[in-house]
């Protein structure tokens, strides 16, 4: 049996945090996988990658890795805001600063508690605090409510999420070329033939002398 200490529950914290940060990357795949597929296969993969290391931590939680959890967050986080300052380097809007949405701050908010937990449960064994079972309960407990208060709104976010288009009047919407123009003032219609006019000299065709 093992000891309930605050390295195995930093551990555990660690895997439900990258729980939460795979379950909006894979939420928000399809959006990207539309705009850029290499995009679209970024985000399966760390996806991924995310879930599997919070089975695997679970099962051997191994400093090495561990190690190989915070570094790969820590490069998502980095490329999240290099993204935002800068743009990617590459695709459709290689150089275009993306914008700050609420998916992309909720997965780097739990990638930042992966990097920390995962860190914390390094700590070596003759340091780690023993919990009780009620404490440790509790604190667990606490946790999984913040990590599913974080994943909830950034999932539902990112499913919910298109990008502008013609059918939403986006950017990229355009009026045809053929459409009619705003109405405009019927043109004048021609008045028929009006008789001679008369001067108050005479008749029609008045002229003086003959």
């Known amino acids: 049996m093992q000891l ?3 390295t195995r529950l930093a551990t555990i914290i660690a895997a439900l945090a990258s729980v939460g940060a795979g379950s909006i990357h894979l939420a928000v795949t399809p959006d990207h996988w539309r705009e850029w597929a290499p995009s679209g296969l970024f985000f399966i993969g760390i996806a991924l990658f995310q879930l599997l290391w919070a089975g695997l931590v679970l099962r051997f939680p191994r400093s090495a890795w561990i190690t190989v959890g915070i570094a ?14 800068w743009g990617i380097p590459m695709g459709p809007n290689a150089g275009v600063p993306e914008e700050v949405g609420i998916p ?4 780097t908010l739990l990638e930042a508690v992966v990097v920390g937990s995962a860190t914390w449960s390094l700590r070596a064994r003759k340091r780690a605090t023993v919990f009780s079972t009620r404490s440790y309960r509790l604190a667990l407990g606490g ?9 909830a709104p950034g ?4 499913l919910d999420h298109e990008h502008d288009g013609p059918e939403h009047g986006g950017a990229g919407h355009e009026h045809d070329s053929t459409t009619t123009p705003p109405n405009e003032p019927a043109p004048a219609t021609p008045t028929p033939n009006a008789p001679p006019s008369t001067t108050s000299h005479g008749s029609p065709g008045h002229s003086h002398g003959s």
Do not use: E, I, P, Y
């Not at 790969?72 to 300052?85: F, Y």
């Not at 946790?143 to 994943?151: D, E, G, N, R």
């Open 4 to 6: 309930k200490t605050d």
């Open 72 to 85: 790969a967050n820590l490069a998502s986080m980095m490329l999240w805001g290099a993204s935002r300052l």
């Open 104 to 107: 992309g701050v909720l997965t």
């Open 143 to 151: 946790a999984a409510v913040f990590v599913v208060a974080l994943m």
């Open 155 to 158: 999932v539902v976010t990112g």
